[in-house]
């Protein structure tokens, strides 16, 4: 660690800055910066992280020489606000706040006006002249202090509180006066002697390392704990602790406190976005006990006429708020989330930050950014967290669909969400646990309620504004968020809400029952309502026009940018027609994994199967593998045509036998009559099917080396559907997978069966069509032979479902009772099944690219698993040179996202710096169009589709995203491109 | 492939050479050298094995070329023997035989009196004055020729001559005259015509060409695929070709044939050893047609004092031969196995080669060998196949148990077994396959035969003799084997024999009764024997004194000279006190596996493991788990004494819990009851805990980490048990080891809790004693992040039944679906649960080993898969650097003989040159005694160990076997040597 500990900030005299994140934390960076920039901060300093770290690794004590240094910053203080620590007559006051490298917001303690005692706070009185204040302070920081470092529960002192509020009379904390509020200090005092069994400590100092640590201390609890798992924010980062200045938006009407984002976190709008409170203290607009009051007339609530905003009632105040945000913006190029107080006129600013935003918002804001010269394409492309795009590609409510509008409330999270109410976050956890989708909802949401919120698929809260909590998180999250919804009487002891409805009928919602919100229009509706596409894939689809939807403009313009900047491509799994066209509109550039198991599970066809597996002679089993040829080859030509031009990488079978068969006795006894066998039998075969561990037993390529004529129907299938459609003259592409392989010799026996076949149709045929024979590499052992495997497989594509099972050696149908308790208790970072395991798995996979590829240059390589859909598995796929990825196609346009940020990470960062350097080529930038080949011709309809085999122009837009076809002619290059064709092949 | 196709030898001019096997196969290479040493061979010429792959390559045709070489070697032969191939006068005729590098015997075609047609067979009675002898050769070449060449089934011929014989009135081929017999050669022409629809080729060369293909073609006939799976000898390697004059022991009386061993091939005693037939062919000796005669008085069968030697029937030859033989053992420095012709009173050797022998025979001529100053320890020490020691140390029949003798037959291949009779190869794969031990009862084997006689427990036959094919194929296989046991009447057709027991009572064996074969004595008993030590472990265990053993006495000098060669440690896997004891007497040097598990199948204790699985808080379990601790301790106590100054690995606990709860609902009821809990609840619990795939389910540390209170009860359990022991003197030396790591976290967290029962104990019981923490490199993860664990692990030990099921993604339990076919097909070389897989799973190894002594130096690895006591596994484990393996009791010895192999082979070749220039120093050699350390106390008896710890002197020799223990005390030495004491613990 540095042996400096303690970073001033005041008076332009700052030692910090905002690239120092790591060593003071967010907050504390962001206050040397705003120091360093002459915009008007309180005074203060930041102890860094490393502290914290010297602190946990060390028993919880602090470094030697720490004291020095932080007596030295108290003293400048002081200095700079002309008061003293401890002093009678003129009194320093400090705040106490956590501030890690990432937000996290209210998970960590803040001990304010610290440095009262009953000498000080009489030098309040004195200097104020107002005892009312001084002791509110007082009673103030007795609470927090108790509660925050020393841990007493707020219910001891609230009831105090609320029994002196019945003593008086009153209702309000702001109708005590100041003898009440000097009582209540005395009465606080005596709680906390009562439950710590000492005095309250007067001496400031004490008071100030007590809350040093205490804010240490907070990094460990549960919430603290709960929220960095949920946002990968590692432990070992620590906190850093802010110190600073007392101000006072409390001090009576010439003081307010508020916060604003310098544009609109939830639709991006380039607008000034605000709420304060006059003659309050910063935390009680964020907590939402006051309902807090618009900056200015465009941050206006719905139904808010009369509210007085800052710009009105504090003009000059405002007119420097406002320099001072657009000078934060232009510096941190983003858009900036602060807290600023008035106290008596004079403006302080307390934070600043990147202010967390929806998707739009983000998407917009970033678009936006570029446009006025700010950033540039490659910057811009990183500010979209690619996960968040999930919620403008989701399907969302039909207005044409009936819904009963039970409540309306705040829009504070965009999106849609159908779920059963709970009302409880360890509700939310435990149902969505047992797969049920839930809603939270509650009177305001609190840090604890975070893994709630996270479980949920979307909140609904009573109290609270844009700015909430609930607000706040949800828009991280992602999630769809109606908050503020005030007719909505939560009882949430009862489980159950109330709630009047326009027709003036009582709704009682219990919990479990089905209610859905609209977070974009913050309505909430009775039961489940049905969705309809996103408004993206409406204008995708070709049933809403691109001029209609402002979303769907940016989001157009930001993918493109993308695109252009990224290098792996992006192809979905789809099984279907319908899913490769929907993937296909998303941008998928071909199929990455298809999967034909799926396709016999319909009721004709499941019948052929089970005659094919109960079959007792390779004639039998040929006899009924001839029925199913018919469906499979349709299939084939539906995905072949939607993704004309396109590769299609299909897998051959790969379930076990015993997966199509019934396994309860009734079951069998009808099937059997079907089949018009002995129960008897049907039902031994069943059990000798039967396997002790069948993720590891007979499936996969073990099945059509056993039995060659499963093996022989599915590629009779791929290629007489190929060879239909290349006499149509559309063009396929079809990449014949081999599943399972853990050895050459197995993929050898495949491929020459696949081989034979595609021979035989071409001749029979008489039409000649391009294809590959490749291979999962899913088992640990092809991944290490993957050098030997190269020399037969054409193509690699990684199945890391599989890989992540059998490396780890978890069953996915297993790992529930052990998974959960490895994360909690931190054995895993996380679940491997979501987030790719780069240290065992992925090492698998980079020796198998690099063994892939000395054997058979320029291998192409591929996933296919669930992890191509993960954004930080993208990455990482980026980073060991996979070709593409493929995942689900509402997860196309997320890949795409995550590769072009994988594409501007690994080529350098574009620092502060580079950025104004590259803002300022800006036309030049904008005039180089997006590449036309990385950007499939996606938007195409099905009709224009078809045609694009036919016009030439069309064609050869399409011919670019597929991969290149002339190899197969120059013999030499065959290698290299091992496209077959039979003519080649009869030339030897 | 070389340019020269062919090889010539006779005459001393021979092209070829021993070393030449690979080119020119077994049989070919030592007629060469023999020619080399002016020992009479025929002329004749070797076709390469590359001819072979040419063949195989090139659409079964020859390399252009090959013609001429072969007349250019016939020319020579017929010149040196003065004959002419095809000529009317003085015909040459030629035999024409396979052989491959390795000895694959009968498994491949030969024809022998190739060149004869009407007119040769004219010349050669012309030449001999013999008719009878010329239709004769005549016939037999028309019929072998027909079968082997062309594939016409012998029984048509058969039963041709069967109705000559009938047509004649006689019952002997032999009192047929020449008419009789040239008749036959006119029929057996016609049967020829008859199937193959031309006329039998006349031309010599022709029938030359034919017979050359034959051969290769018989490389790839099903028998001799299924041996050299058997015998691990690949494909690719081909055979070559011999082409020899014919000599002739069928000429009149003063020929004859034979076969010899240098040395007695059962016992290894130094005694020329043969068989032979006046006026013979060769094969009659070997196909048990006509009962041969023993060469010389040493060479008697029990029972015959009458049968003429050839020593006394024909001395000079005999006295030739005795030179020859002499000659060759001291040529090629082993025990010969010798084919020889007398032709009218010249001596011919047909063929040299190293003698197939049992395990006795193998370690006695190896000890011999050396002591006769032939070869040197290392070439020793190789000359027995590991494997083989099986026989000599398994359990054999007990003398005092009451056993009814059946039959007695010939003495054929040593060891004692019992199982149900069958009688065909098919039956008795069949039965193996499902678990039944079998007892193959034949007439004769054939080649077709071996894959029954490998499934077989021990072979009978009712005909042939020592040098049978049924002798040879068991002695090579290790099997016991009870051969020409004439009394019995085997009915192949109806499963049966019958046979007349000794009191005259007819006993009729059934298929699927049980018999039992001293293969030692020769002997059959009705039913199942019981069993009783090996003679060796007899003198082990000290109930046989080692002078009363002879097979000991080489057995332990064997040893011995083993041992003090290898570098590799052995240790083995034994879960009780019982099986540590006979593994350490069988030289064991610790215990690489002690599975606890195991352990809690007693009734008395499941109960216990059953309440802590139903136990549903942690003090319930915990409960369960006091109850269980006092067993466990008590079984560690007993290992420990066993392995007194030996280290003892102890795995936690590793099965999935459901495998302790029953799953029949009668038995889950009866359990409720026994627990008093519901069934219903015990059911619920039951489903509940079963997995869909348990081999990746919740077990290993996964258990200890859910349910750490299981972990601490084993933890203690052990330290108890090693507080104890170290309290009363016993050097206690245990290994804790977490199974199934697949991150470091898992294996700290285990570590954890292990390390803090361990100081607590000690300080329970005021005692201290080493121990260390450890992890089965089991999951792919564990070995690919084996750097970051070796972190935390102070030793790794392969577990790598789990490991193939992992990196091959196979169920063991559910792989016998797809390997046999797997293996059959040649996708696998063989089955990687019983050889180690080296290029999969030996890569994740050797990357384990590597990257663990990276992070920690010198740390300790081994195996204790049950690939530990496979001999190939064994050495590649040598290669890898392991320190040790761990096996089965009984394979202790194999292991160590392995690993010996493994040594003396990685240390470079012992080749002929340097055996002779070590065998000069022969003195100097073995005064060098055994290395004390790399030998155990292992012969110590259980009275003779418990004194070892008292005793100074004794225990000096136990601890050189032990790890060091200094380290402990050195605080610097600690990380390469992580020993702990609470004593070092606390000083920090």
Not at 724 to 743: A, F, N, S, W
Request: with cysteine; net charge positive; glycine share 8%.
């Amino acid at each position: 660690m540095g042996s400096k500990y303690v970073y001033f900030f005041g008076g332009g005299e700052t030692e910090g800055r905002a690239e120092m994140k790591n060593l003071l934390g967010g907050k504390g960076a962001n206050l040397c910066e705003m120091d360093h920039l002459r915009i008007p901060v309180p005074p203060g300093f930041v102890i860094t992280t490393d502290v914290c770290t010297y602190y946990y690794k060390n028993g919880k004590k602090f470094p030697s020489g720490l004291e020095t240094e932080i007596r030295n910053a108290m003293q400048r203080c002081e200095k700079m606000m002309g008061t003293k620590f401890g002093d009678k007559s003129n009194p320093f006051l400090v705040s106490v706040r956590s501030g890690a490298r990432a937000s996290m917001p209210g998970m960590m303690e803040t001990v304010l006006n610290l440095g009262l005692n009953p000498v000080t706070v009489e030098g309040i009185i004195a200097k104020t002249k107002n005892p009312r204040f001084g002791y509110d302070l007082y009673r103030r920081f007795i609470q927090m202090f108790s509660a925050v470092v020393m841990n007493i529960e707020n219910e001891h002192f609230n009831r105090r509180m609320d029994k002196m509020k019945e003593e008086r009379g009153v209702h309000l904390d702001t109708e005590l006066n100041a003898n009440d509020l000097k009582q209540l200090a005395e009465d606080y005092k005596a709680i906390y002697r009562q439950h710590i069994g000492e005095n309250f400590p007067e001496d400031p100092w004490k008071q100030l390392h007590a809350a040093v640590g205490a804010v240490f201390e907070s990094w460990n609890k549960k919430k603290a704990r709960d929220y960095r798992k949920i946002n990968n924010i590692p432990d070992w980062w620590g906190t850093a602790v802010n110190v600073c200045s007392m101000v006072y938006g409390n001090m009576g009407d010439d003081c307010a406190t508020g916060v604003a984002f310098t544009r609109d976190p939830s639709t991006g709008d380039k607008r000034f976005f605000g709420e304060w409170l006059k003659n309050a203290q910063g935390e009680d607009v964020v907590a939402g006990i006051r309902t807090p009051q618009p900056i200015n007339e465009s941050s206006r609530n719905h139904g808010d006429t009369t509210l007085p905003t800052l710009e009105k009632e504090m003009p000059k105040c405002y007119a420097e708020l406002e320099r001072i945000y657009k000078r934060l913006e232009l510096h941190y190029k983003d858009m900036q989330d602060i807290e600023f107080t008035i106290q008596n006129q004079k403006l302080w600013m307390l934070q600043t930050r990147n202010g967390k935003r929806t998707a739009p918002a983000a998407i917009r804001i970033a678009v936006d950014l570029v446009n006025e010269n700010i950033i540039d394409r490659r910057t811009a492309v990183k500010r979209v967290d690619p996960d968040q795009l999930d919620q403008l590609l989701h399907p969302m409510f039909d207005d044409k669909e009936k819904k009963v509008k039970i409540a309306k409330g705040i829009n504070a999270s965009p999106g849609a969400a159908v779920g059963q109410a709970v009302f409880t976050a360890e509700d939310a956890v435990e149902w969505k646990a047992k797969g049920k989708k839930v809603i939270l909802v509650r009177l305001e949401t609190s840090p604890e309620d975070v893994a709630g919120m996270h479980a949920a698929e979307g909140i609904l809260t009573a109290r609270g504004g844009k700015t909430s909590h609930a607000a706040v998180v949800a828009r991280g999250m992602g999630k769809c968020c109606v908050c503020g919804a005030g007719e909505v009487n939560v009882d949430e002891h009862g489980k159950k809400f109330t709630v009047q409805r326009a027709d003036g009928q009582t709704v009682t919602v219990k919990q479990g029952d089905f209610i859905s919100l609209d977070g974009s229009k913050g309505e909430v509706y009775e039961g489940k309502v049905l969705m309809k596409d996103s408004e993206i894939l409406q204008v995708l689809k070709g049933q809403l026009k691109a001029q209609d939807s402002r979303i769907y403009q940016y989001y157009d313009q930001f993918m493109k940018w993308a695109d252009g900047l990224r290098t792996l491509k992006v192809r979905t799994n789809a099984d279907t027609p319908e899913d490769s066209r929907v993937a296909r509109l998303f941008g998928a550039q071909g199929i990455g994994l298809c999967r034909t198991e799926h396709m016999f599970f319909e009721t004709e066809r499941i019948k052929h199967i089970r005659m094919m597996i109960v079959a007792n002679t390779v004639e039998e089993r040929k006899d009924a593998l001839r029925s199913l040829i018919n469906y499979q080859r349709e299939d084939f030509i539906g995905i072949f045509r939607e993704m004309a031009g396109l590769p299609v990488t299909i897998r051959l079978l790969d379930p076990p036998l015993h997966e199509f068969l019934p396994h309860e006795d009734s079951q069998i006894a009808e099937l059997a009559k079907d089949l018009k066998i002995p129960a008897d039998e049907l039902k031994r075969k069943v059990v000798q099917l039967g396997e002790s561990n069948p993720m590891l037993g007979h499936r996969g390529c073990r099945l059509g080396i056993v039995y060659p004529e499963i093996t022989e129907t599915q590629a009779r299938a791929i290629f007489e559907a190929a060879a239909k459609l290349k006499k149509e003259g559309v063009e396929v592409l079809p990449e014949v997978m081999v599943p399972l392989v853990g050895t050459v010799e197995e993929l050898s026996h495949q491929k020459n069966t696949i081989n034979a076949i595609a021979e035989l149709v071409m001749r029979e045929q008489n039409v000649e069509f391009d294809y590959m024979v490749g291979t999962m590499i899913e088992v640990p052992r092809a991944a290490l032979t993957a050098g030997e495997i190269a020399g037969e497989a054409e193509f690699f594509s990684f199945g890391t479902n599989d890989l992540t099972q059998m490396t780890f050696g978890y069953s996915r149908d297993d790992a529930g009772k052990f998974l959960p308790f490895y994360v909690d208790a931190k054995i895993l970072p996380g679940d491997p099944f979501q987030s790719l395991d780069q240290t065992g798995v992925g090492a698998l996979m980079k020796m198998a690219v690099a063994a892939g590829r000395t054997t058979r240059k320029g291998l192409k390589c591929g996933i296919c698993g669930e992890h191509g859909g993960d954004p930080s598995s993208v990455k990482f796929c980026h980073t060991i040179n996979l070709d593409y990825v493929s995942c689900s196609p509402y997860r196309v346009p997320i890949a795409r996202l995550a590769a072009a940020q994988a594409a501007v990470e690994s080529s350098g960062d574009s620092s502060a710096k580079k950025n104004s350097a590259q803002v300022s080529k800006k036309h030049a930038v904008q005039k180089n169009k997006v590449r036309s080949d990385a950007m499939p011709a996606k938007a195409k309809k099905p009709a224009a589709k078809k045609a694009a085999a036919k016009k030439p122009a069309a064609k050869k837009a399409v011919k670019k995203a597929a991969p290149k076809k002339a190899a197969a002619k120059k013999p030499a290059a065959k290698k290299a491109a091992p496209k077959k064709k039979v003519a080649a092949k009869k030339k030897k």
